[in-house]
Every structure is written in C-alpha cells, then in structure tokens.
Antibody
Framework: QVQLVQSGAEVKKPGASVKVSCKAS????????ISWVRQAPGQGLEWMGW????????NYAQKLQGRVTMTTDTSTSTAYMELRSLRSDDTAVYYC?????????????????WGQGTLVTVSS | QSVLTQPPSASGTPGQRVTISCSGS????????VYWYQQLPGTAPKLLIY???QRPSGVPDRFSGSKSGTSASLAISGLRSEDEADYYC?????????????FGGGTKLTVL
C-alpha cells in the first residue's frame, strides 16, 4: 500500500532553516511527483510547490520563491523540503503529498496520498 | 485571503443534502479542473473529488461535484455524522504572477 512517512516535529528559532523529509513506499517513486502543502494553526491549506521525482524539476509557489528548496533522493525514495529564514508565520503543519505530475508542471491539483504531517514551530 | 472563496461554515441534519460553494476567477476555476478535499479533525486531507466531478475509488457516491463558469460546488447527500469535517476546494491558477495551486479557505461542516 502507498505510504508517505514524514520526519518528526521541529522547533526552530526565527532566521533558522528546517528540512522535512518524506519517505515513500508502495509505489514506483520516480513515476510521480511530490507536492508540499502547509497548514498554519487553525488555518487553511497552502500549496508550497512541486518536485518531480523523475528528473528533479521543481515549481515553487511564488510567495516562497528564494526561501524554499525541494529535493529528492531516488536511492531511498525520499523527498525533502527545506525552508530558510524562518519567521513566526511559518509555524505550521507541513504535508507531503503524492502528485501524478511527473515531468513538468501541469495544471492539476490532484494529491491522492498524503503524509501524516510534520509540525514546525518557529519561536524565539 | 484565499484565492478561492468558500463559506466558512455549513451545517445540516443527518439525512439532509448540503452544498458547499467555491468561487474563483477565469485564471483558476474558469480554465482548469476543480478538486475537493476532506479533512477530518487532526488528520491529513483526503482527495474527495477530482476533475470537477470524478470520485476516487472508495469515496461514496453521496459526494458529488459540479462546476459552472468560475464557480464550483460540492454536494453531500444523505448527510452522516462522520461527514463532519473541513472541506477545501482547489484548482490550478494560470495567473501572470506565476502558475500555482490555489486552495479555498475551507468550509467547516457541522452535522447537527
């Protein structure tokens, strides 16, 4: 069965960086992309970007350009999301989700399997 | 401020039919498919509807989606207590500021 298992909760100080991992199993990792979505406490969902597990192509949300980097390690079927220059409003649960968009960004918002979420708290 | 607009809350009694609206623009709903997600308390979102009106395997046919112009709707018939959750619409947005996936602000459904 398809599973996405994320790394544990993190507490960071403002200005620091965080790197969240998402280990995939139960499907061919390189046949899909991974999107990242975050949710601030009591708030709605916000798409952060997409990475192709096939060729490493990325498409980042305009709002996060320059602060976010998404990567994959195909040898371990793991995707990573690094967010830099953290601010208090980056406090959120971060989700990875399987995305059928494989090679280049496409006009879809189809996320069929999700990780359990990783709480990142930014506080001084 | 979300790009897609949803009512913050909706409610119904068991067995009723409720609808949740999602309003967008020509750069998102007007030119791309709409997707709906259900988020039960304390859990990750779950894909409920894709390509405007298609249900993934395992989603009951009590859930249905529709789209007209720059708006979309999610209908839930035969409301059940386990349907109490937050519901989000989503779509691709082709705006000049950069293509993004955009979500609605979410609708909290209460089963009375």
């Amino acid at each position: 069965q398809v599973q996405l298992v994320q790394s544990g909760a993190e507490v960071k100080k403002p200005g620091a960086s965080v790197k969240v991992s998402c280990k995939a199993s139960g499907y061919t990792f390189t046949s899909y992309g991974i999107s990242w979505v975050r949710q601030a406490p009591g708030q709605g969902l916000e798409w952060m970007g997409w990475i192709s597990a096939y060729n490493g192509n990325t498409n980042y949300a305009q709002k996060l350009q320059g602060r976010v980097t998404m990567t994959t390690d195909t040898s371990t079927s793991t995707a990573y999301m690094e967010l830099r220059s953290l601010r208090s409003d980056d406090t959120a649960v971060y989700y990875c989700a399987r995305d059928p968009v494989v090679v280049v960004p496409a006009a879809m918002a189809y996320f069929d399997y999700w990780g359990q979420g990783t709480l990142v708290t930014v506080s001084s | 401020q979300s790009v897609l607009t949803q009512p913050p809350s909706a409610s119904g009694t068991p067995g009723q039919r409720v609808t949740i609206s999602c309003s967008g623009s020509s750069s998102n709903i007007g030119s791309n498919y709409v997707y709906w997600y259900q988020q039960l308390p304390g859990t990750a979102p779950k894909l409920l509807i894709y390509r405007n009106n298609q249900r993934p395997s395992g989603v009951p046919d009590r859930f249905s989606g529709s789209k007209s112009g720059t708006s979309a709707s999610l209908a839930i018939s035969g409301l059940r207590s386990e349907d109490e959750a937050d519901y989000y619409c989503a779509a691709w947005d082709d705006s000049l500021s950069g293509p993004d996936v955009v979500f609605g602000g979410g609708t909290k459904l209460t089963v009375l």
